[in-house]
């Protein structure tokens, strides 16, 4: 292993490492805060490897990737990337590295070839070598069939493979990733993940990604940990989750729901961490000694070791039994309203062979489902299948091409202003004004659902201490962290008591610490009856839903359990498939078999 410590600015790196750090600190200022954005970090990125950049939201992850690519000066230390000194030679190192930023820039108005084309004059790729590089990044990507294809007209995942193609029309030494895989498919993830390492394997490619998926991060050589600026660790995957070796178990409960179960276990003594895995609690404690589960009251629950992974050490290291459980459940969450011409227990969504259509182009086909009060139902499926049609539909957002919605007792044909009454929605996209202070979007949001006086004071000053956004209150909504957002637009969505919750990809980029946070909330609010439907991309958190349906070119495939679909994808090759694992194998087979026909 290399020395932690970087050279000096202006000598050379050694011929072992592309990337070094020395005492850095940056410093910003965001209304009339100083924030720290990294403190004194010293570090070095080795050659020829894949680097994982890791922390929760605010870490200074996004800062790093920009002092690196010499977009950002440092306000002490040194950058040497490359040999280079990043403040006095910063073109050199733009010229020498590929960036791709969270938010890259096609243009959507373009085809996929003039983007190329666009990328290659912009990086000044000499016209003779176009032609070659070009046929090997569309064969690379998958994307040489859609070159004539609008940007625009792309899936998430195209659109990403697009901007890394686009970032490597020049092949550079160095790459920056800056959380590529945000609101990507499985699928399309693990396409990028073999591209990424096609890369590394065929040219002696260094990557230095930043991801919130920790399953992601376990896949990297190495891994560097953030937190609040500061450098926490610097090791393999391996290396950190040896380190909890004894401390892990699986726990099941019999008849217990998952949540409840979850809810118990992560209130006792000597609990790190309890999430949701498979027919029970994954569990993590402070120290390998066993747990006292007499005094833990949970007769009839049944214990097993389990082996240690990556993300049990990262939670460990955050401390996250303090952050996620600071009181309890959350009080006043469960709509105040009665129940909508519902018994207890019946659907409260009723989807009965809906179409939506666009033209020509059928996004949503026949499609029939149900969703009953009190669960939460996940809605799965590759980008580009009709899951946000369906979602836009169900909120009263889209009309229907065809077939019966009924949404809380109300036909959404019939009375779509009714049934949104009911309803709280919290879209794909940050979706509330990020020109407005947090206090300024609280008032607005609780106006448009017909909140005035002291009914609208009271429930902002309620969702203010449930979300922790009090010492936010007149910090501008679009400087957020991207946790803060989250909980600010929950509480927005939450404002009017909702009977039915609507998430649409509600954690995407999302850190695992707020990612916990957030469904702390989302279970309390479950088990106050309130029901949720859900879209996501991040396939364990599909764990926490009682029933999911995968969709694919705007049908359904399946609906079960999560156990139930792990349990329709288990093979000889593959005996204990994880969801991932299944929607996989299940979208895979599907297409296989529709090739065939």
Known sequence: ???????????????????????????????????????????????????????????????????????????????????????????????????????FGLYEDLTVQENLDLYADLQGVPREERPGRFTELMHMTGLGPFTTRLAGRLSGGMKQKLGLACTLVRSPELLLLDEPTVGVDPVSRRELWSIVYRLVQSQMMSVLLSTAYLDEAERCDEVIMLHEGTLLDRSSPGELSSRMQGRTYAVTAGAMKKRTLQERLARCPGVTDAVIQGDGVRLVMETTEPPNVDTWSLAGATWKPVPPRFEDSFIAMMELRHTVHPGGALEGSAPANPPVAQSPGGPVIEVRNVDRRFGDFQAVKGITFEVNRGEVFGLLGANGAGKSTTFRMLCGLLPVSGGTLRVAGVDLRRAPATARARIGYMSQKFSLYGNLSVGENLRFFGSAYGLSGTTRHERITRVLDQFGLKPWLDATSANLPLGYKQRLALACALMHEPDILFLDEPTSGVDPVARREFWHRINALAEQ???????????????????????????????????????????????????????????????????KG
């Open 1 to 103: 292993m290399p020395e932690m410590g970087a050279p000096l600015a202006g000598s050379p790196l050694p011929h072992t490492t592309v990337l070094g750090f020395e005492g850095v600190s940056k410093s910003f200022t965001a209304g009339k805060q100083r924030i720290r954005a990294l403190k004194t970090v010293t570090l070095t990125v080795r050659r020829g490897l894949v680097t994982g950049l890791i922390g929760p939201d605010g870490a200074g992850k996004t800062t790093l990737m920009r002092l690196t690519a010499g977009l950002l000066v440092p306000d002490e230390g040194h950058v040497t990337v490359l040999g280079f000194d990043s403040t006095r030679q910063s073109l050199a190192i733009q010229a020498a590295i590929g960036y791709m930023p969270q938010r």
């Open 529 to 595: 009856r309130v029901t949720v439907l859900v879209t996501t991309h991040f396939m364990e958190e599909a764990e926490y839903c009682d029933r999911l349906a995968i969709m694919i070119a705007g049908e359904i495939l399946t609906i079960g359990s999560p156990a139930e679909i792990k349990e329709r994808a288990r093979t000889r090759e593959q005996a204990e498939p994880t969801m991932e694992d299944a929607f996989i194998s299940l979208i895979e087979a599907r297409e296989k078999n529709g090739s």
